[in-house]
């Protein structure tokens, strides 16, 4: 069995051939979507979803008018607004339905999975593609000595600050603007 810090070291490597992998095209076109979007929303399930969510935080730190589709406080999604909708198996029934809906009501759909050609991302304007092995992910990902959807959760929230990183740059946003924008009754 291996120590810790083996098991530490291995994860890190993995995550560094997701990386290795990611097409710059589709972030960047992920990136050019987010800042023509008038309000992003974001969905994810499970651990998938929490990376999600605290990508959405960063969105609204960005100064994006940003929500996560579960608050309650979440306004209704329409023409302009951008859907960000992550699943690694890109078969998650009501990720699926939320995106249906979205685009009913005329949002645009960004879809991050591990299984291009999934149900999901089969729905979406623009997918990215994150090579990641994930739970029921049948896409060509680096494979993972990490159990379930281990890899895809971890790439994602990495990628996901990576994103904001880039985006603060491109804003001219600095750490204490988006510092500004922090709950501040904590």
Same mark, same amino acid.
């Given at each position: ?12 490597? %993995?995550? +560094?051939?997701? @990386?290795?992998?990611? #097409?710059? *095209?589709?972030? =960047?076109?992920?990136?050019? /979507?987010?800042?023509? &979007? ?52 890109? %078969?998650? +029934?009501?990720? @699926?339905?939320?995106? #249906?809906? *979205?685009?009913? =009501?005329?949002?645009?759909? /960004?879809?991050?999975? &591990? ?63 988006? *510092? ?7």
């Amino acid at each position: 069995m291996p120590s810790i810090a083996e098991s530490y070291a291995r994860a890190v490597a %993995e995550l +560094g051939q997701v @990386g290795e992998r990611l #097409d710059e *095209a589709e972030i =960047e076109a992920l990136m050019a /979507a987010i800042i023509r &979007a008038k309000r992003v929303f974001c969905i994810g399930a499970g651990r998938e979803g929490l990376s999600t969510r605290a990508f959405a935080m960063r969105l609204m730190h960005l100064g994006k008018d940003a929500h996560w589709i579960w608050d309650d406080t979440t306004p209704g999604l329409g023409t302009g607004d951008l859907l960000i909708a992550t699943s690694g198996s890109g %078969e998650i +029934g009501h990720i @699926g339905y939320v995106v #249906d809906r *979205a685009r009913a =009501e005329g949002a645009a759909v /960004a879809v991050v999975t &591990a299984n291009p050609a999934g149900h999901t991302a089969g729905k979406a304007h623009l997918v990215l593609f994150l090579p990641a092995a994930a739970y029921k992910a049948t896409g060509e990902v680096v494979p993972s000595a990490q159990p379930m959807g281990n890899l895809f959760e971890q790439a994602l929230l990495i990628l996901f600050d990576q994103i904001v990183i880039a985006l603060a740059a491109r804003l001219g946003l600095s750490p204490a603007a988006m *510092a500004a924008r922090h709950r501040n009754v904590e």
